[in-house]
């Protein structure tokens, strides 16, 4: 299986480009959209969010993972393996969050150069087919070196930051719950935020955090949007107060 | 085949997530994803969309109808077939305009627990498991109870509320046009609209109404947005003057 | 396979139902989306977007490709195939620069009504019936008579108008960069815009043009808005200077 995670935009006209190249290299691997509208260029949040959503999917998935505002410049493109799951993208942090937690990464960078290589798309020409392969089994060794690890990484602690917020208006923080009590009460845009247990329980339009389905702190409020009611936007910081 | 009707939004990062359940359960069961933007939390307005469009599909066609304000709340998941048609989701009216019309239908109750269940995303850890199942031919009877009918029932008849604002503006209601006389007039936000054959007869910016493609009465505008134009939003009363 | 190219709208309830006859039509047929965000009822910029990207499939491809402010009216429904590529959609111009480059094509007009025809939504009822035999080897010759060639031929030359905004803002112009020089400066919004390279070579915040991955001159900002800070939208005009 293919995953694609990038900030393509799932409306936008780049992510047909990059299923017709998996469909012509790999037709027989069915694809799946993660997510198009990670946060744009902000690679420090899509790297805690992918590392919070992987492993929803089975081992062997191949994760197309290309946020990159730096295409077409001298960022290196690379080839993960952690922990049995397969990663192709930039070398530039977008993956360091997951290789710094995992317990077991090889890594090798792309040397291949396509024929064609479009300076402002290495998603559709360079990492659309090394993807495709990997994933129908086709392993392209001689378009690999094998490397020590990233040269980019960005820091893979929890940090108290907005990474991504839905189209309901919950604010996802890069904060894994397991580590918070369940009693910490949440510093958010000048409030003090309790934690609630799930949507049913909360009040309407009071905020609350809780465990997110993928184990991150998620600011919320019932039936309403706690971007819009509480000001928050993608990199906006809280702080845990005990 | 399974067919997926949600609020969880076709750019955010829920629609993957229950794909990845799917695809593992199901693999060679096809997936059409219907709608992902029911209006938001809008039970009464979802169970009418959902009413209007599931025969453009064949019978035998799981839906994953998925709108659920109350998740990890008290209400209940049910599966139900209709007239031949299957519905996986939350027991809180989403069901009900299918159940109030159809000839046939039989209801289960979900009784089984899956290990992982997140309280906010039951569409993941379990309608998704169970759909896929059912797509699959492997009816879980073990993790079902039959029963008599569905808990909560919202209002069946045809209401002139809009239902759903597509993305041109076009503003659907509940109103099956197949009851209303073709020479009827609605008053819409203070204004007599009459009827329209189609798009390239009306007057450019000229409201009217018709017949949409599931049958419902539509207020549009020609090559323009009804919903700016008019005022209109997902909840705004229209009246049937004759 | 089947490339569907409209301006449906990605999350709203149109493709679904589409994909529904397709996957009834032609199961075996993989569907790829590749924009269902076209410029609304805009023939003109969706012919030149269309003639950008189809050559990114491979021959053989069949493209469902409706853009119809005209639905229901006398504007009449097409097949093409041109340099072995198919498109199924109305005959307004859409299909027409792509026929006017071709080196060859041959046209057939669609005889065949439906019993059920949705005077609005003949992208579902007509076409994609159509769309789905073609692409599962089944070619209806009864339901087409063949003709000698578009009735509505839209202008095939470059123009120097805004065609497309990304959701990052990056500018698409109809102009083939293939026939401007490297050194020319486009004139937009009252500014002299010159080329770049790569997104990452340009200044944060300056406005630049570039060869895009479709051959297209583009106009942009490096991790920036090109339509926000130049204000640009679909129809916008620029000059080429020199």
């Not at 936008?12 to 997510?35: R, S």
């Not at 993956?95 to 077991?104: D, E, F, H, L, N």
């Amino acid at each position: 299986m293919i995953v694609l995670f990038t900030d393509f935009g799932a409306d936008d006209l780049y992510v047909g480009q990059v299923k017709a190249v998996l469909a012509q290299t790999a037709p027989a691997v069915p694809v799946i959209d993660l997510l198009h509208s990670a946060p744009n260029f902000d690679i420090e949040s899509s790297a805690h969010l992918l590392a919070a959503l992987y492993q929803q999917f089975s081992p062997g998935s191949v994760f197309f993972a290309v946020v990159d505002p730096g295409v077409g410049g001298p960022r290196e493109s690379v080839v993960m393996v952690a922990d049995g799951y397969w990663f192709v993208g930039p070398d530039n942090g977008l993956m360091s969050v997951i290789a710094a937690r995992a317990q077991a990464t090889r890594l090798w960078r792309i040397t291949w150069q396509p024929e064609k290589l479009s300076p402002s798309f290495h998603g559709r020409d360079l990492f659309a087919p090394i993807a495709a392969w990997i994933a129908a089994g086709q392993f392209p060794a001689d378009k690999l070196a094998e490397s020590d690890g990233l040269k980019v990484k960005s820091n893979a602690a929890d940090s108290q930051r907005i990474i991504y917020i839905d189209h309901y208006g919950n604010c996802m923080t890069s904060l894994r719950s397991a580590g918070v009590d369940s009693d910490a009460v949440m510093q958010v845009a000048g409030r003090a935020v309790r934690r609630g247990n799930a949507f049913c329980e909360a009040k309407l339009s009071e905020a609350f955090w809780y465990e997110n389905s993928v184990g991150l702190v998620e600011i919320a409020v019932n039936q309403g949007s706690a971007a819009q009611s509480l000001g928050l936007q993608v990199g906006s910081v809280i702080t845990k107060q005990k």
